[in-house]
């Protein structure tokens, strides 16, 4: 026995030296390994020795056989490490991702803030008349109040009607809610975003189209207190949970009382971040204007054939673009319609 | 309006800082812009709303301050003295609509010089320039009273004063020293030979009072502000005087206005008061009075004010306060007030005063009976699916440049009547101009490899115009990428579970290889590669392909998706390699395949495609893979083998195939 394993020691180191590839190996490990080795072999005439002989020899030959894979796989490991050799120092790929434009993913962040607490999501029409954009808001014909809203007039070669007026193309989104008036009766509460337009010369802070979403509740009972909460609780939900709001007094000619809302600064806290000597944002006041509202005007309401001694309600809007640009720190509005792919790519779906 | 601390100071004592009185402006509604110290005055820049015209004077708004300050103004009416009729000048009015009231005041005599300091500090700090002596006076009174007023040469006006509108093609030389043609939109003030006085607006440079000037003649009239809004826009002026007079002006006041005019004239001046004349009347102010119920106030604003805070609100703002029945009070409106007409005009009033920050916050319960609107929701999943996809966002302007779309051969438009520029003079009938533009920009920027998406209405004329949300789609880059606008679709087809689409193969305008897509019969939309000639009409160098979607109509289409069972069983698959000669085209053999019979057939897949030695060239080698699958089995391999050779029978019996 003891010539046996000394003789497949010997022709294994010889073997073992002159193989040269892979399939060598292979064939090395299958001759002396494998199930049909000469060393497999001398376990089965094992049963011929006496008990004594049969766990020494057993040992030698398992020590043998660990000797023989030892070299073996240190023989593969290195072979594996030669052959498998890669730069993990080389750089990531570069995966591009698909983006949501970021006005739209400001304005459906509106306007699932105002579906939390229960309004509707309607859009309306951009092309719309004098009476939806003027007249049923309680902005009268030849009247200073329309100069705030100048506007784009349609050539459109159907009938006008003297209660309609012009085509025109929508300067705010409130028609959409003359819109919705006219057809539901109340409890009523929409958000209602989308495209409008004004003839501004472009430039860094002008656009001749850009984004608003305007909202608004109408019921019974429904008062300026609430009006507070609910745009509170829409600051909160969108821009953090310590911002403050501030009403001001204002004039808008559908409602009535109305106010301009600000938020407190979300770059300097108002103030409250030392750090920041000089905001550029809020330009040290402290405060950032976002939206105008206020409880909607009766003749609104009268208008719109609703009893506005049996029904009150509040209407708001702000622009989509102003609330991006505070938010993200873009400094000019017509980087969201130049559609620069280093531009786009910066924002992803959040 | 700006307005200097020490013109407001005239009317009460302030006792707060420039800063707190800023802010506690802008907190009662006159949003304070900008607050400047000029040499000892402090200048307010204050942003003034449409619906108060009264805080286009300094009394209206010194009365702003005083009560948001709790305290009282104090205003020194002029003692209107009325001399005898001054009887050379005869006023008429054509048309009483257009001006209710003129007066006329004439004196003589006067000292045309430079004003004092005080003067010019009150009507510099307004942002108004001094002039001379007369001028300056009339623009102070204009400023402290609201009302606007014109001091004319009186030497060299000629017999009687008329205001009359303009005729068609008349000439007006303004104190601007500009020429302007006048129509009957404007309303004028003549002498007995020619214009002196664009009404409202501006006076004319031929009765201007200058160094020379001894006598003059003081107008104090009130303009329809309608009137007066057209004749400015008509001319495309716009003054201190008109401005005011669009937004009504208090006819109240006038003759305080006129008489302290006169007043400093004689001091400042040493004219002397020759008398007054005057056509029509002063139109005389109703009090407004209005019930205020006190719970409704509380109702309306949601906030616990008592009665007696409500009550000295309103008092404190100069409103006559008397008790109507239980809750109720009468409340006579200040005449000074014009805009405060009914209920909620008051409950403004009290809410500003109270302050909208001591208003609570209490959020409603809100009710709705209006539905989830299926199309913004739609717009969002599609916008989503696209992202999945690859394909980022973005937002083209809804204009469009009329000359460039008849050049593509588009026609009938909604035209805007007054664009900003020529290249966006209509409303856009498709999405490919405004997605080529996006890629023309990128690519001048060297930025390739561009994937984009936009969802938009599109503007269409008829016998009414109506606009209609689209999908646009675009690719740059070789024509592989046609199949992948057409795997798109096809993600869209799954995406919203939509019936079989039909690939109809039909010209397009502007497109080479255009693919109609259809479903049910309709057109849901069309997939293309940008021909040569509008590829260079839109400034785009490469291989452009576009997919434009109607969206509503793909809305309407949608279908909910159900669980359907699949087979548990391994499906077979077979290779046929087939050769498709004269440009036989793949639909050909994939729609053999399809159709031959093989029920059990549960997909097909292109293995490759293959051009080279021994095919000719308008021939194309092709290696199908077909799979087998049964729902209740796996299929034997001799069942598979029958079905392949049936399909390869039929391939065989196509002239233009042949098999490998």
């Given at each position: 026995m003891k010539e046996a394993l000394d003789k497949i020691n010997n022709e294994f180191q010889k073997d073992y030296e002159s193989i040269s590839t892979q399939q060598d190996l292979e064939a090395l490990k299958i001759k002396y390994l494998g199930r049909k080795s000469e060393l497999n072999g001398l376990f089965s005439n094992m049963s011929k020795l006496s008990s004594q002989d049969r766990g020494l020899f057993g040992k030698e030959i398992n020590l043998l056989k660990q000797k023989i894979t030892d070299t073996i796989n240190s023989k593969i490991l290195s072979a594996e490490k030669n052959e498998l050799f890669f730069d993990v120092t080389l750089p990531g790929t570069v995966n591009t991702f698909a983006t949501e434009h970021i006005l739209i993913t400001v304005l459906k962040q509106i306007c699932s803030t105002f579906e939390q607490l229960g309004f509707s999501v309607v859009e309306g029409t951009e092309m719309e008349d004098e009476w939806h954009n003027f007249s049923a808001l309680n902005i009268p014909l030849e009247h200073p109040s329309r100069d705030g809203f100048d506007t784009f007039y349609l050539d459109s070669g159907a009938t006008i009607t003297e209660k309609t007026g012009q085509y025109l193309l929508r300067s705010h989104t409130s028609p959409s809610q003359i819109r919705m008036m006219e057809n539901l009766t109340p409890p009523i509460a929409v958000v209602s975003?989308?495209?409008?337009?004004?003839?501004?010369?472009?430039?860094?802070?002008?656009?001749?189209?850009?984004?608003?979403v305007e909202g608004f509740v109408v019921d019974k009972n429904i008062s300026f207190a609430n009006l507070k909460g609910v745009l509170l609780k829409f600051a909160r939900t969108f821009f953090g949970p310590e911002v403050?709001?501030?009403?001001?007094?204002?004039?808008?000619?559908?409602?009535?009382?109305?106010?301009?809302?600000?938020?407190?600064?979300?770059?300097?806290?108002?103030?409250?971040?030392?750090?920041?000597?000089?905001?550029?944002?809020?330009?040290?006041s402290g405060w950032l204007e976002i939206l105008g509202c206020g409880?909607?005007?009766?003749?609104?309401?009268?208008?719109?054939?609703?009893?506005?001694?049996?029904?009150?309600?509040?209407?708001?809007?702000?622009?989509?673009?102003?609330?991006a640009m505070l938010r993200y720190g873009i400094d000019d509005i017509r980087l969201f319609f130049e559609n620069d792919k280093r531009f786009l790519e910066q924002f992803y779906v959040e | 309006m700006k307005v200097g601390l020490n013109f407001i100071k005239e009317f009460f004592k302030v006792n707060v800082t420039a800063e707190e009185l800023a802010e506690k402006l802008t907190m009662s509604g006159l949003a304070v812009e900008s607050l400047k110290k000029e040499k000892?005055?402090?200048?307010?820049?204050?942003?003034?709303?449409?619906?108060?015209?009264?805080?286009?004077?300094?009394?209206?708004?010194?009365?702003?301050?005083?009560?948001?300050?709790?305290?009282?103004?104090?205003i020194n009416y002029p003692k209107v003295v009325s001399l005898s009729?001054?009887?050379?000048?005869?006023?008429?009015?054509?048309?009483?609509?257009?001006?209710s009231v003129y007066t006329g005041r004439y004196m003589q005599n006067v000292?045309?010089?430079?004003?004092?300091?005080?003067?010019?500090?009150?009507?510099?700090?307004?942002?108004?320039?001094?002039?001379?002596?007369?001028?300056?006076?009339?623009?102070?009174?204009?400023?402290?009273?609201?009302?606007?007023?014109?001091?004319?040469?009186?030497?060299k006006i000629k017999g009687n004063i008329h205001i009359r509108r303009a005729k068609s093609g008349e000439r007006f030389f303004g104190l601007d020293e500009k020429e302007r043609r006048l129509a009957t939109d404007n309303l004028v003030i003549a002498d007995d030979e020619k214009i002196i006085a664009l009404a409202g607006v501006m006076g004319a440079e031929n009765t201007k009072v200058d160094d020379k000037t001894k006598n003059i003649f003081i107008e104090g009239a009130v303009f329809d502000p309608v009137c007066i809004r057209r004749s400015r826009r008509a001319v495309g002026i716009d003054t201190d005087s008109s401005y005011r007079f669009e937004r009504k002006v208090n006819p109240a006041y006038l003759q305080f206005a006129v008489q302290q005019t006169v007043n400093l004239l004689v001091q400042l001046c040493g004219a002397k008061d020759m008398g007054a004349c005057q056509t029509g009347r002063k139109k005389s102010i109703q009090h407004k009075k209005i019930i205020l119920e006190f719970n409704k106030v509380r109702e309306y604003l949601g906030a616990q004010l008592t009665d007696n805070i409500i009550k000295n609100i309103l008092a404190g703002l100069g409103c006559d306060v008397k008790k109507h029945s239980v809750g109720k009070i009468n409340v006579l409106v200040p005449q000074h007030r014009l805009d405060l007409l009914r209920e909620v005009d008051l409950y403004e009033e009290i809410a500003r005063f109270y302050g909208y920050d001591n208003i609570p916050t209490d959020i409603p319960v809100i009710s709705n009976t209006v539905n989830r609107e299926g199309l913004y929701h739609f717009k969002n999943k599609l916008r989503s699916l696209m992202i999945t996809l690859g394909f980022s966002e973005i937002i083209s302007y809804s204009f469009e440049d009329q000359k460039l779309l008849e050049e593509l051969g588009y026609s009938r438009f909604v035209q805007i009547s007054n664009p900003l520029r020529s290249q966006e003079n209509v409303m856009r009938p498709t999405l490919v101009t405004g997605m080529s533009k996006v890629f023309a920009y990128n690519f001048n920027r060297g930025i390739k490899n561009c994937k984009f998406f936009e969802i938009a209405d599109l503007y269409f004329r008829a016998k009414t115009i109506t606009e209609k949300p689209f999908l646009a789609v675009g690719i740059a880059g070789g024509r592989e990428e046609f199949l992948l606008l057409k795997g798109v679709f096809n993600n869209i087809v799954k995406y919203f579970n939509l019936d079989k689409i039909i690939f109809e193969n039909k010209p397009i305008n502007n497109f080479t290889n255009a693919l109609v897509l259809k479903i049910n019969g309709k057109e849901l939309g069309f997939i293309g590669k940008l021909d040569s000639s509008a590829a260079k009409i839109l400034g785009i160098s490469s291989d452009f392909f576009f997919m434009q979607i109607n969206v509503g109509l793909l809305m309407d289409i949608e279908k909910t998706k159900k669980y359907s069972k699949f087979t548990q069983f391994p499906a077979v698959s077979r290779d046929i390699s087939v050769i498709m000669k004269n440009n036989t085209q793949f639909s050909i053999?994939?729609?053999?395949?399809?159709?031959?019979?093989?029920?059990?057939?549960?997909?097909?897949e292109i293995m490759e495609f293959y051009k080279g030695d021994k095919i000719e060239d308008d021939a194309l080698a092709c290696t199908v893979r077909v799979h087998y699958c049964a729902k209740d089995r796996t299929l034997r391999s001799d069942e598979v083998d029958h079905m392949d050779n049936a399909i390869r029978d039929k391939l065989l019996q196509c002239s233009d195939l042949q098999l490998r």
């Open positions: 975003p989308g495209r409008v337009y004004r003839p501004d010369e472009v430039d860094a802070t002008h656009s001749f189209m850009f984004h608003q403050k709001l501030r009403f001001r007094p204002s004039f808008f000619p559908f409602t009535e009382p109305s106010a301009e809302v600000d938020v407190s600064c979300i770059i300097c806290g108002g103030g409250k971040n030392k750090q920041i000597k000089k905001c550029p944002v809020c330009k040290d409880m909607i005007h009766p003749n609104v309401l009268k208008d719109c054939k609703i009893d506005f001694k049996k029904y009150q309600g509040f209407a708001f809007g702000m622009g989509v673009e102003r609330v | 000892n005055d402090w200048i307010f820049d204050i942003e003034v709303t449409s619906n108060r015209y009264d805080w286009l004077s300094v009394m209206g708004i010194a009365g702003e301050a005083a009560a948001a300050l709790g305290k009282n103004v104090a009729k001054y009887k050379d000048k005869k006023i008429s009015i054509e048309d009483i609509k257009d001006c000292r045309v010089g430079r004003s004092p300091g005080w003067l010019c500090e009150r009507i510099r700090g307004c942002g108004v320039k001094e002039i001379n002596t007369v001028v300056d006076i009339a623009n102070y009174c204009m400023l402290k009273w609201g009302n606007p007023l014109h001091v004319f040469d009186a030497d053999v994939e729609n053999i395949i399809m159709q031959s019979g093989a029920e059990y057939i549960s997909g097909i």
